[in-house]
């Protein structure tokens, strides 16, 4: 087993190999080799047991992993052997549709408080949880003992939300909002930032002749990004 | 200026940067210090400068940056001095919001093709687009020179529309289905995954005595958390 501690970039797989060792359980695997999560996710079988090394007796080389084993142990690491109860800030189009995202039960969260600023939200109901005014946020978080948030909000409302959230007890906050979140160092913060996601990618899309307007910056970015197509890839994820 | 290509990380980063700056110049802001971007952003002034400096002209320190040629610059690498047309794939609730986000258009990207499965969605109009059956998807995506993709459909169901977005001309790909796509080095993919988010926070939620029950790894891993904080913090993006 290694020593230290596990990178965040690490955490951030975990997920993806749990997701996909459910895949293969469901399609009937009992155990499977590093190879064969590694075609799965496309990323390497040196990157999958170098990460799942971090958790000790999986690591081995040669062996498959076993299946059931290997889900319980990373549904323990994190925390997902519970329901946690999370608490969503915004009712707009996008709230609305967080609220009523069937994803969330299934995988370990449930939203149990919803907050609005505007009245004539305020009162709705959505999956049997009434829409409070934002002023009860730091309250019901605290009463609840929340420790997820969901903000989706306007940007500009976004960091007061956060830090209401945070006053209640949350720790680990999923934020839709368009900005950057200031938070205690105890608190993590995610971003689902879709806008940010496409612009970062039309940085490899450069099919128009008049790019090469955009100045010698550009130009030559285009010429890099057509010699090393590796670093037209994100990493897998 | 800089040599060499741009890490991937870098390039995530430079939308972040866009969209601060274009918030500044909306305050009023004519020339910004890459502290005071960086104190925005939650990042080192150090991270900026050396993101910047792949940009040559703007990398200087000591001088401010000024506000208005580094948004011309950075819209000129990322490509956004267009709107590009992009093509959703799903339209059950959450293709529907994503069809009805008002944030693509003010930022350079504009929905022009809407495909779905189910009878009951197409036909439908969305923001005066009509709604076609996903069988249209190759076809419609090559005549309208379209090279982004939305994916909104059930994950089963993500490789096949991957496939044929690509096949279409598509070389940048939302996904937003729980699934890993497998798709050429020409194209590039983000993610778009609230529950992966949220199960990647919660490794940092520790709160419960029944958390030695999970055995030696996972105490092991709270015992790191708890002496090493910063580790608990994602990178800031």
């Not at 149990?112 to 730091?138: D, M, R, W, Y």
């Amino acid at each position: 087993m290694r020593n230290g501690p596990v990178p965040d970039i690490v955490v951030r797989r975990l997920p993806l190999y749990l997701r996909t060792l459910r895949q293969l359980q469901r399609a009937g695997y009992r155990t499977v080799s590093s190879e064969e999560l590694a075609q799965v996710l496309g990323v390497t079988a040196a990157q999958i047991r170098r990460d799942l090394s971090y958790f000790g007796r999986f690591g081995k080389q040669g062996y498959g992993y076993p299946v059931a084993a290997l889900i319980r142990e990373l549904e323990g690491v994190l925390h997902l052997d519970r329901l946690w109860n999370v608490a969503l800030v915004g009712y707009g189009k996008l709230g609305q549709a967080i609220a009523h995202y069937g994803e969330f039960e299934p995988n370990g969260f449930r939203i149990t408080a919803i907050f609005a600023k505007s009245p004539e939200h305020i009162g709705q109901i959505a999956n049997g949880v009434v829409v409070l005014p934002a002023t009860e946020i730091e309250r019901v978080v605290r009463e609840q003992g929340i420790r997820i948030g969901i903000i989706a909000v306007p940007p500009e409302a976004a960091q007061e939300v956060a830090e209401k959230l945070v006053a209640g007890g949350v720790r680990a906050i999923l934020n839709y909002a368009p900005t950057v979140l200031h938070v205690p160092p105890e608190v993590t913060v995610r971003e689902i930032d879709p806008i940010s996601a496409l612009q970062s990618m039309t940085f490899y899309l450069d099919d128009r002749p008049s790019v090469a307007g955009n100045g010698q910056g550009e130009q030559s970015f285009a010429d890099v990004m057509e010699r090393s197509p590796v670093e037209k890839r994100p990493a897998a994820h």
